[in-house]
């Protein structure tokens, strides 16, 4: 697909059906964990998703962010000792996922841009957890295009998770710990 040929909006209720079929094509079913975050994000909660859309206005993408704070990160974290060395308030892009369609056409780079203009306007720090499968294509090339740093790689990461694409039952896949400083991030 082209470059450019589609647009970022904010998630809206009736997303919700969409951004549940690109997150099982993307991580495998669910189990209820996408409508959660939706709800944070069309709730009060600080927290958003932004949806792309093709030229149909048919979601293509999306991404949800949110501000968390260190008692939040510390249990997403399962502890790790990088919470520590983090702000008292962070955002954190908790799920990020392109249609296999539109993978490699800039709709990743442009989804996580705009969560940091977002992040920017709130805390000083970003930090993204990416899910190292064997046989997936995930967003650890977005890290130094967008110049996130590798903190950490934490094995079994996903331990919890009931289905994984890869392991074929409960996920052993690592994940990538990626931090960015927004104190010097430009608005655009």
Same mark, same amino acid.
């Given at each position: 697909?082209?470059?450019?040929?589609?647009?970022?909006?904010?998630?809206?209720?009736?997303?919700?059906?969409?951004?549940?079929?690109?997150?099982?094509?993307?991580?495998?079913?669910?189990?209820?964990?996408?409508?959660?975050?939706?709800?944070?994000?069309?709730?009060?909660?600080?927290?958003?998703?932004?949806?792309?859309?093709?030229?149909?206005?048919?979601?293509?993408?999306?991404?949800?962010a949110a501000e968390v704070d260190r008692?939040?990160?510390?249990?997403?974290?399962?502890?790790?000792?990088?919470?520590?060395? $983090?702000?008292? /308030?962070?955002?954190?892009?908790?799920?990020? +996922?392109? @249609? *296999?369609?539109?993978?490699?056409?800039? =709709?990743? &780079?442009?989804?996580?841009?705009?969560?940091?203009?977002?992040?920017?306007?709130?805390?000083?720090?970003?930090?993204?957890? $990416?899910?190292? /499968?064997?046989?997936?294509?995930?967003?650890? +090339?977005? @890290? *130094?295009?967008?110049?996130?740093?590798? =903190?950490? &790689?934490?094995?079994?990461?996903?331990?919890?998770?009931?289905?994984?694409?890869?392991?074929?039952?409960?996920?052993?896949?690592?994940?990538?710990?990626?931090?960015?400083?927004?104190?010097?991030?430009?608005?655009?």
């Amino acid at each position: 697909m082209p470059a450019g040929t589609w647009t970022l909006r904010p998630a809206d209720v009736d997303d919700r059906q969409v951004i549940r079929r690109l997150w099982t094509e993307s991580f495998g079913p669910p189990d209820g964990e996408a409508g959660r975050w939706l709800d944070l994000t069309l709730g009060d909660a600080s927290a958003r998703c932004w949806v792309a859309t093709d030229p149909a206005d048919d979601a293509i993408g999306f991404l949800f962010a949110a501000e968390v704070d260190r008692r939040f990160l510390q249990s997403y974290l399962r502890g790790h000792p990088v919470v520590d060395s $983090l702000p008292t /308030r962070v955002a954190l892009i908790h799920m990020l +996922g392109v @249609s *296999p369609a539109w993978r490699s056409t800039g =709709v990743a &780079t442009a989804l996580v841009r705009r969560s940091l203009k977002w992040a920017n306007e709130r805390v000083s720090v970003m930090l993204a957890a $990416l899910w190292q /499968r064997d046989d997936h294509v995930d967003s650890s +090339g977005l @890290s *130094p295009k967008l110049e996130f740093a590798h =903190v950490s &790689t934490v094995e079994g990461f996903y331990h919890d998770r009931v289905y994984c694409p890869d392991c074929g039952t409960s996920c052993s896949c690592p994940a990538a710990i990626h931090v960015k400083s927004l104190t010097d991030e430009q608005p655009s």
